[in-house]
Structures are given as C-alpha cells and as structure tokens.
C-alpha cells in the first residue's frame, strides 16, 4: 500500500485583518508539527491585482511569521491576482 503525503490547502486574501492572520499561522504550525504539507494560496481582487507592492509585502509579512517553524517556497501563478506558497517542515 502507498502512503500519500497529505497536504492542506489555506486561502487567503491580501486585506486578511492581522487577528485573522495570526490564527491561521497557528492553524499552519499545528499541521506542520503533525508533518502535513500547506499550500498557501493568497488571492488579490478587482483593482488589488494592479498594485503587485500589496501583493509582495503581504507575502513578505506571511514568510517572516512562517520561516521561524517551516521552510516556504514561493511558486509564480500564471494567473494574475493569485500566488502560490508551498510550506514544509523543516
């Protein structure tokens, strides 16, 4: 029988309120402790999608709180307003 990692899915978007965002990085630490990889998914909306600093700061505030329990990679989506963390244990 094959073991298959298992892997969360998170959704976020870009005006997420900090209370909000605290609680799901402890969601995200609790599931990296049990050793189940996330996907971060962190979506723009309507006129966001032009101001990319938005966009880059957010994902820089999101890997600073991360990268102290988990290693991040970033993946480019193709799609505009959308981007892609992928987060693992260390």
Do not use: Y
């Amino acid at each position: 029988m094959i073991k298959r990692k298992k892997q969360k899915l998170v959704i976020v978007n870009t005006r997420i309120f900090s209370n909000d965002l605290n609680n799901t990085i402890k969601k995200i630490k609790k599931w990296i402790k049990k050793g189940i990889n996330v996907k971060i998914i962190i979506k723009q909306r309507g006129r966001e999608i032009e101001k990319k600093d938005i966009l880059e700061n957010f994902v820089i505030k999101v890997k600073e709180l991360i990268k102290v329990f988990a290693k991040v990679e970033r993946k480019q989506s193709k799609t505009p307003g959308l981007n892609l963390l992928l987060v693992s244990c260390l």
